[in-house]
């Protein structure tokens, strides 16, 4: 490759082609431009004259230079020049590749492998063999050199882990090379981790090192604290110069289970500070939820730190049984709960009623020994849904008669009366010390102070189950706490008051370490190994060096003891542990982790990310030189007067481009709906669906114009004038009533359209269909209107009818009427059936469905035409014959004012049916 | 259609086509003042022009009686010479003159024709006979005839891209006024005037150029085209084709003037940015034999 400044070529004789230019000048001066064509008489004139400079430079200089541009910039865009250029690594030998493989490296992963890619490929040029190892998976025997190319396939597979390399598995591997020298390059990750001082010895021993180190700082996210009601979030770097801005993102389930960002908050490192923190102050509910916080936009498994229980308060209730001795604060049978729960849970007072509705995470009864009988069920539903029920004994417990002959469900055992009384002065025997707890209690590996004794407490009867419910026990043997699973939830019964009147437990540790083993309480800070001594933690999920979270599969269960003061390893995982009823978080980032910077010594060779980033330029330039080349056939066309009709293109051309753009016509549409929508919601509004038949629908808008003027002159129900709707483009539910006149050969609305249509009739709405065959229809004659109804109304969701039954409110909402004529005089109307049990009541059913609005009337009688009037208010369709008519259109007015009633009233008017019944009902 | 409406609807064409060209050309002769009449020598003619003592030889019923009975001596009545003169006007309908260099100055065709019309004019009004080769008809004298002429001239010029002077019904010894821009064959024009010269036709060269016929300001790469689209030149700098073509031009020019002063002819140039008046007077005297 040849160099010239940061730039190299890569087919640097190409270059040669440059020579070439000032040939080219000459040419492209010798192409003249398109001639002007001038009219002229004096042509004749001008035969036989010769040009004397027959070149003549009528190029424009600056399109010569465009042209010149143009291939100067494909002669040297073929040439491949690169900017900064990996300049090959000197030397012979084998090459060893070193990565540190750390969270640290995650940020930037995918550079390092190209880098890698880079090493080995040059490896592979100068035939040397190579070896790619990470330090944080350590190859097991010699180092494994191979050719190059074997590498070189390998390399995706090469993935950072999320912990440090670990100095003493460094030494063995240092110890366990073979002798012979090499060269090394070494990809740090720009922590100083320790063991690194002596493998880069190691590797100066064998050969030149070089080293290979992002500039960009490494930061970290520690594990949120709770402190003061405020999450304390703290981000630590490695490198302090400059101020910097740290973004942290709260992810948790949202409201509806999905992982969502619950918060968000910024703050910055001062200059040449490596700290920064900020208190983030977010309500239980959500603070609850949060499951991780993440720094945003930095791939590394330090840039996350997952929570556990130390962040979530456990919302606690606390009722005691009696509340009446004022004053008495250290005998209350709550305080030394409140004492104990008050730092690291929220604690919830008022009656248990109230408190179930909160849905707390534990209860905890003091000495309370009955239930009222409505609180009873509600907490046993509780408790099955997961609930936690802690009960204390006390002497109102052992005075009643609660779980004694048979099991309460609410308590874990059956107590024997009376409860024991040991170590006072009337009775003999010392009081008794705690017994060390078993192996599968949750309390087990908690040290037992000598100094916890129990001078009373409440007998549990002996029973077949009653071992496996014991979790604590004294040193006699009897049970101190007791548990029973209940559904999801448990019942814990501590057989001693919660106060200091039957034991020193509550005074002592002891207490708050077995709410917490209980999971009544949560700790702020990590648990040393003695508290976790006995449990086991299963990982449940794991962090990759990414950040990533994974499901942990079936890693293996991990020690308490070793948790607790485990850092993230092969072994311990970075992730949540769970272990009982807790969860513990194992971050990469702890409290206690310290970002060193790398210092390299002065003789190693260090290279930057940045610095040198590798830039083809040819694709660039080829792009410059077809850019080059498009104006300057703009420049040609626009010399040779060529460009006027192009111009006129242009413009087309981007005036089409520009035109989808502008929002006019949708906003247009907008304005439309909003208008309909405002026309048929300032007034009542009876509308008509559109057929299509033009006669049809004139003859529907008449109809309902002179229903509403009936209606304006009769009713206190003023319509406006009737609306044509279209059942595909319009909406429905502005209107409470649709007269749809069928015709045989209308269009069947779309699936989007008859979605609308049963939307509509589920929320109130009301559809008259009127086949208008009522002269012909009869019992067991079909009509083509008949079997059109039949085709569209399929797909709608209407309930079973019944044909119009005499007692139908339909029948006395305004007028009291027998017959809905319209031009016809059909009895055949169905409207939506009674239910069976509808129940009769003076001959006069209650009918409760949709709000005792029949969704659908169905009927022949063509009411439109019997309703239609012209502008005049004349009627536009003679009916019937004579005075005989007259009435029958009277009646068919009657039936409109009773049918827009019952849709607008809903029940009121059925209800006033059925005053009476009602009345009585109601002893009157 | 019956001729008579043939012939009104003709005749509405014509009033259509000609008052323009017409009424032009006569506010353009009313200019020139005409004097009594044109001759002013003895001739024969209807007017009377003057009463001379009777030389010998003059016979005897020339004597005018009445006259002489008023003295002693015989006088003769001579009457003023008022045999009109046959003015035979060409005006090239060629191509090459319907060109204009710029939108406000007329094609080189429509002054030679405002021109012709103004002369015919004022030739009628001095009782000349005037014709247009073009009629192909001998001259004849009469309002009617100017009616003919402006009708020809306005009508639509000829195909060709430089026509040749036409001597069609040209009497001898009559005149002659050809009008045209005479960048034609050069050869054509001379054979013309030589047998026009050889019957005794005399006459008059008017050369109408346009302006940028004389400046010929172009310049840069360009491909001049004749007014038919039939010849073509193309050249690469224009600009330097100006000096040899005026010098062409020049030569074109000095060779007319060369053959009019050969034949007895007068020969001038106007340019269409010039007025017209100008050039009429002069016809005007070319054709009266005063310049």
């Known amino acids: 490759m040849w160099m010239l400044g940061p730039i190299g070529f890569t087919a640097p004789w190409l270059l040669l082609g440059l020579i070439v230019l000032p040939v080219l000048w000459l040419l492209l001066r010798a192409v003249p431009p398109a001639p002007v064509r001038r009219l002229f008489p004096g042509v004749v004139l001008l035969f036989g004259l010769k040009d004397e400079e027959h070149e003549a430079d009528k190029t424009p200089w600056w399109l010569l230079l465009l042209r010149m541009l143009a291939v100067a910039a494909v002669i040297v865009g073929f040439a491949g020049p690169v900017l900064n250029p990996d300049r090959t690594q000197e030397g012979q030998g084998p090459l060893l590749i070193l990565a540190d493989g750390t969270w640290a490296d995650a940020a930037d992963w995918q550079r390092r492998i190209e880098r890698i890619g880079v090493a080995l490929d040059e490896a592979a040029r100068a035939g040397r063999p190579a070896a790619v190892v990470s330090l944080t998976d350590l190859p097991e025997g010699p180092l494994p050199f191979q050719a190059a190319e074997a590498w070189t396939q390998r390399l995706p597979g090469l993935t950072p882990h999320p912990w440090a390399p670990s100095p003493e598995a460094l030494a063995a591997w240092i110890k366990g090379w073979e002798p012979g020298s090499f060269d090394s390059l070494w990809l740090s990750d720009g922590l100083a981790h320790p063991g690194r001082e002596d493998l880069l010895a190691a590797l100066e021993a064998r050969g030149t090192v070089r080293v290979f180190e992002s500039p960009r700082p490494v930061a970290v996210l520690l594990p949120p604290l709770f402190k003061d009601g405020a999450i304390a979030l703290t981000a630590r770097r490695s490198r302090t110069a400059g101020a910097a801005e740290v973004t942290v993102s709260a992810q948790g389930p949202g409201p509806n289970g999905v992982e969502a960002e619950l918060s968000r908050v910024t703050f910055g490192f001062e200059d040449g500070k490596s700290e920064a923190s900020i208190d983030l102050s977010l309500p239980p509910e959500l603070r609850n939820r949060i499951t991780r916080f993440e720094i945003v936009g930095l ?64 209860i905890i009864l003091a000495d309370v020994a009955t239930l009222a009988e409505g609180e009873a069920g509600p907490l046993l539903d509780w408790v099955e849904r997961g609930g936690l029920l802690i009960r204390f004994a006390g002497p109102r417990l052992a005075a009643s008669s609660v779980s004694r002959e048979t099991e309460d469900p609410l308590m874990p055992v059956r107590l024997r009366v009376g409860g024991r009384s040991v170590g006072g002065a009337m009775s003999w025997g010392e009081p008794k010390a705690l017994a060390p707890f078993p192996e599968n209690s949750p309390f087990a590996g908690l040290p037992v102070p000598e100094d916890v004794t129990v001078t009373s407490q409440v007998m549990a009867q002996p029973d077949p189950q009653l071992s496996s419910r014991v979790i604590a026990e004294l040193a006699d043997g009897t049970p101190l706490v007791t548990r029973k699973e209940v559904g999801l939830g448990q019942v814990v019964l501590f057989h001693v008051t919660a106060n200091a009147e039957w034991s ?38 794991v962090i990759d060096a990414f950040g990533r979270i994974k499901d942990a599969g079936t890693l293996p269960g991990i020690p308490g003891e070793e948790l607790a003061v485990a850092e993230a390893g092969p072994a311990t995982p970075p992730g949540l542990y769970a272990g009982e009823d807790r969860r513990l978080a194992l971050n990469v980032a702890g409290a206690g982790i310290e970002l060193t910077p790398t210092a390299w010594p002065a003789r190693i060779v260090v290279e930057g990310l940045a610095v040198a980033r590798t830039l083809p330029l040819k694709g660039w330039l080829l792009a410059l030189a077809l850019a080059l080349l498009a104006l300057d056939a703009v420049a040609s066309l626009a010399l040779g007067g060529r460009l006027r009709g192009a111009r006129g293109l242009t413009t087309a ?34 509308a008509h669906v559109i057929t299509g038949d033009k006669k049809l629908d004139d003859l529907a808008q008449a109809g309902l114009l002179g229903l509403s003027e009936t209606l304006f002159a009769r009713t206190s129900v003023e319509p406006g004038l009737p609306i044509g709707v279209d059942l595909e483009t319009d909406e429905l539910s502005f209107f409470p009533f649709l007269y749809w006149p069928i015709s045989p050969d209308q269009k069947t609305p779309s699936s989007e359209a008859y979605a609308k249509l049963n939307r509509y009739l589920r929320a109130g709405g009301m559809i008259l269909f009127d086949t208008r065959d009522g002269d012909v229809a009869g019992f067991g004659s079909s009509t083509p209107e008949g079997r ?75 009411w439109a035409s019997a309703w239609a009037v012209d502008s005049r208010g004349a009627p536009l369709v003679p009916i019937g014959r004579g005075f005989a008519g007259e009435r029958q259109r009277e009646m068919a007015k009657r039936f409109g004012v009773n049918l827009i009633m019952h849709v607008l009233t809903g029940n009121y008017k059925s209800d006033q049916v059925h005053v009476p019944a009602l009345l009585e009902r109601l002893g009157q | 259609m019956s001729p008579s409406a043939d012939l009104r609807s003709g005749a509405e064409a014509l009033a259509g086509g000609l ?120 001259p004849r004298s009469g309002e009617l005839q100017l009616l003919r002429i402006a009708e020809s001239l306005s009508g ?136």
């Not at chain 1, 250290?330 to 909160?358: C, F, K, N, R, W």
């Not at chain 1, 949560?522 to 933690?537: F, V, Y």
């Not at chain 1, 051309?653 to 989808?660: K, N």
């Not at chain 1, 169905?830 to 509808?838: G, H, I, K, L, N």
């Open chain 1, 653 to 686: 051309l981007m005036l089409g481009l520009l035109l989808p753009g502008l929002a006019g016509p949708a906003r247009a549409q907008d304005a439309a709906a909003d208008a309909f929508a405002i026309e048929a919601t300032s007034r009542v509004v009876l």
């Open chain 1, 788 to 862: 059109k109804l039949k085709v569209l109304a399929a797909p709608l969701d209407i309930p079973p009818l019944e044909p119009i039954p005499a007692d139908h409110v339909l029948t006395r909402t305004f007028y009291l009427l027998q017959d809905f004529p319209g031009r016809f005089q059909s009895r055949d109307v169905w409207v939506e059936a009674a239910p069976p049990d509808a129940e009769q009541v003076e001959g006069m059913p209650f009918r409760n469905l949709n709000d005792g609005v029949t969704p659908v009337v169905i009927g022949g009688n063509d």
């Open chain 2, 19 to 138: 008052p323009p060209l017409l009424a032009e050309a006569q506010q353009l002769a009313s200019t020139v003042l005409l004097g009594e009449h044109g001759r002013r020598r003895a001739g024969v003619g209807s007017e009377f022009w003057q009463y001379r003592p009777a030389h010998g030889g003059d016979e005897a019923r020339l004597i005018d009686w009445r006259r002489s009975a008023r003295s002693d001596t015989q006088f003769v009545r001579e009457r003023e010479w008022q045999a009109a003169q046959s003015v035979m006007i060409w005006a090239d309908g060629g191509q090459s003159m319907r060109f204009a260099s710029e939108k406000g100055l007329p094609q080189k065709a429509d002054r030679a024709a405002l021109l012709a019309m103004a002369s015919a004019v004022l030739l009628i009004r001095g009782g000349e006979r005037v014709g247009l080769t073009r009629l192909g008809t001998p």
């Open chain 1, 299 to 362: 791939r590394s498994a330090g840039a996350v730190s997952l929570t556990d229980d130390t962040l979530k308060r456990r919302e606690v209730a606390l009722i005691a049984g009696s509340e009446d001795r004022e004053g008495l604060e250290l005998l209350s049978p709550t305080h030394y709960l409140e004492q104990a729960l008050a730092p690291t849970a929220d604690l919830i007072h008022g009656t248990l009623g109230d408190v179930i509705l909160a849905n707390p995470d534990a």
């Open chain 2, 156 to 291: 639509a010029g000829e195909a060709a891209e430089y026509a040749a002077p036409s001597l069609r019904g040209l009497p001898a010894h009559a005149r002659a006024l050809f009008l045209s821009d005479f960048l034609g064959d050069p050869e054509a024009l001379s054979q013309a005037l030589t047998k026009a010269a050889d019957r005794g036709v005399k006459g008059t060269l008017l050369m109408v150029l346009d302006p940028q016929e004389e400046a010929f300001p172009f310049d840069g790469r360009t491909v001049f085209e004749s007014m038919g689209h039939t010849m073509r030149y193309e050249t690469q700098k224009a600009r330097d084709l100006k000096d040899r073509y005026l010098e062409r031009l020049a030569e074109r020019k000095d060779l007319l003037a060369r053959l009019a002063a050969r034949t007895g002819w007068q020969f001038s140039v106007h340019h269409t940015d010039s007025p017209a008046q100008g050039a009429l007077l002069w016809l005007h005297g070319a054709i009266g034999g005063r310049v």
């Open chain 1, 504 to 541: 020193t437990l509550p005074l002592s540790g002891l207490f708050v370490q077995m709410l917490e083993r209980l999971a009544v309480s949560s700790r702020p800070q990590r648990p040393s190994s003695e508290e976790l001594a006995g449990t086991t933690w299963v990982p449940e999920e």
